[in-house]
């Protein structure tokens, strides 16, 4: 585990993880066996289970959960407000109590494996051994055993069993 982070307030952190340089972290839980790339950033009350790599440049937001064997390619970009705003009814810079209302949970379940530049829309939840395509942008949850991609990505495909 390198020391070269910005930032690792109340975060339970696995066995055995390796963080890259210049990661922000906080209040988040990393299982054990992972790989978190440079530059990444994992919200409070973000979950990431044991044996998953996330590669350089992504961002996991707050109410993402991700089950254990994921692989996240380099700047996946996760949502979870669907409405955001920069200021609230009296015209004052949003807090967090002025927007967590709207917050919507995503759930990547296990052996997921996104590509890179993939943008996962915030209340989708994508099923055990799918596959996203790079570049894709999921507004709609993936069933289990399924490839998609695309611009909203689409299904093209079931995952062999070989």
């Not at 943008?119 to 993936?142: E, P, Q, R, Y």
Request: glycine fraction near 12%; hydrophobic fraction near 40%; charge should be negative.
């Amino acid at each position: 585990m390198t020391n070269d982070y910005q930032s690792i307030e109340g975060v339970e952190l696995g066995d055995d993880i390796r963080l890259g340089r210049f990661i922000n972290l906080y209040g988040c839980k990393i299982g054990d066996c992972c790989t978190i790339g440079a530059f990444v950033e994992i919200q409070k009350n973000a979950t990431i289970g044991h044996h998953c790599k996330i590669s350089s440049h992504s961002f996991v937001c707050e109410g993402v959960i991700v089950a254990e064997n994921c692989f996240i390619g380099h700047g996946v970009m996760f949502i979870n407000d669907k409405k955001p705003r920069s200021v609230n009814s009296l015209g004052e810079l949003e807090a967090d109590h002025d927007w967590i209302s709207r917050l919507v949970k995503t759930e990547i379940g296990r052996a997921v494996s996104i590509g890179s530049n993939a943008t996962i829309m915030g209340g989708v939840t994508i099923g055990d051994n799918a596959l996203v395509g790079a570049g894709s942008v999921v507004t709609k949850s993936i069933p289990a055993n399924q490839v998609w991609a695309g611009n909203p990505a689409r299904f093209l495909r079931y995952i062999d069993d070989d």
